[in-house]
């Protein structure tokens, strides 16, 4: 089977249980599914940064993901309970995000002063399994939040991202012609990412259908996950490229590995959020 057959038959066998899990799934099995998604990102991350000897902290930083994600439920509990006052304080410490932060950084740290590797790989392992935390476990975190404050907030950041993927690779495939950053992604072009653009906002109006009186709204935030999700997946590209590899791993087929399918993500999740959570919307 050619590589677009693979790509195209992961996505349809993907695709209706993702939709399942969103619209009719509980929260706590989405940030079950969340955290599986981070640990399996975070695996192949890790198996990137040893390509180039910046083997980073990966159990303690997949830990904290697990602490992070926990946190992000805990709080949809919370923010949901109808009884009034706070949780005691034992609880409310463990599911404050923000504690699994500081108990990172304090964790990391303690690990590069008591670490064999040496203080020559302090830094790096330090910086490697920061930005697994800043640019993986953090982002995508924001999942469980989206579908708690409503499934359609999630399902419809999964829609534009899907829809502007799927418009850049095919536009791109067959009349690219300039490319777009040729020194990390040699195969991406202006033509793709323009359709990618148009792809998100069309797939945008067509959702406000379900949201008709968001369909200003959705529209620009369609441009904003756009070229949030295009820097994204470019800047996953360069991780690839600074590690030597085509794919971040062989996991999907016709689609690499977790990071390879997830890297709009990385970047679209915490715009997505900001922009329901923040933006003033008619009611």
């Given amino acids: 089977m050619s590589s677009t057959g693979a790509r195209v038959l992961t996505a349809v066998v993907l695709i209706p249980l993702v939709v399942w899990l969103v619209l009719w799934g509980p929260t706590w099995l989405v940030a079950i599914v969340v955290a599986g998604i981070i640990l399996l990102a ?38 949901r309970a109808d009884a009034g006052g706070f949780p005691n304080w034992f609880e409310y410490l463990l599911g404050s995000p923000e504690f699994y932060l500081v108990f990172f950084l304090l964790g990391t740290a303690s690990l590069a002063l008591v670490s064999k590797r040496g203080m020559a790989d302090a830094l790096p392992s ?17 999942l469980v939040r989206l579908h708690a404050l409503s499934p359609k907030f999630l399902l419809l950041v999964l829609v534009l991202v899907w829809a502007g993927d799927t418009a850049a690779f095919f536009v791109g495939r ?8 040729p020194t990390v992604s040699p195969k991406k072009t202006w033509e793709g990412a323009i359709a990618n653009v148009l792809g998100t906002i069309l797939a945008a109006y067509v959702f406000s259908y379900w949201m008709p009186r968001l369909t200003v709204y959705l529209i620009i935030l369609a441009g904003l ?7 994204g997946d470019l800047f996953e590209s360069a991780w690839k490229r600074g590690a030597g590899v085509k ?6 087929p016709g689609h690499g590995g977790i990071l390879d399918r997830i890297d709009a993500l990385l970047l679209a999740v915490p ?11 008619p009611k």
Avoid at 247 to 252: E, M, Q, R
């Fill in 42 to 79: 975070l695996h192949e991350f890790f198996a990137l940064g040893a390509k180039i000897r910046m083997p980073g902290y990966p159990l303690f930083t997949m830990l904290c993901a697990l602490g992070i994600v926990w946190a992000m439920a805990f709080q949809t509990r919370w923010e």
């Fill in 126 to 142: 330090g910086a490697v399994s920061g930005a697994g935390v800043l640019f993986i476990a953090w982002p995508l975190s924001y």
């Fill in 247 to 252: 794919d971040s791993g062989s996991l999907l």
């Fill in 271 to 281: 715009v997505v959020w900001w922009y329901f959570s923040k933006v003033p919307l």
């Fill in 174 to 181: 067959s009349i690219g012609r300039h490319l777009l950053a």
């Fill in 225 to 231: 996950v756009s070229v949030a999700g295009q820097v």
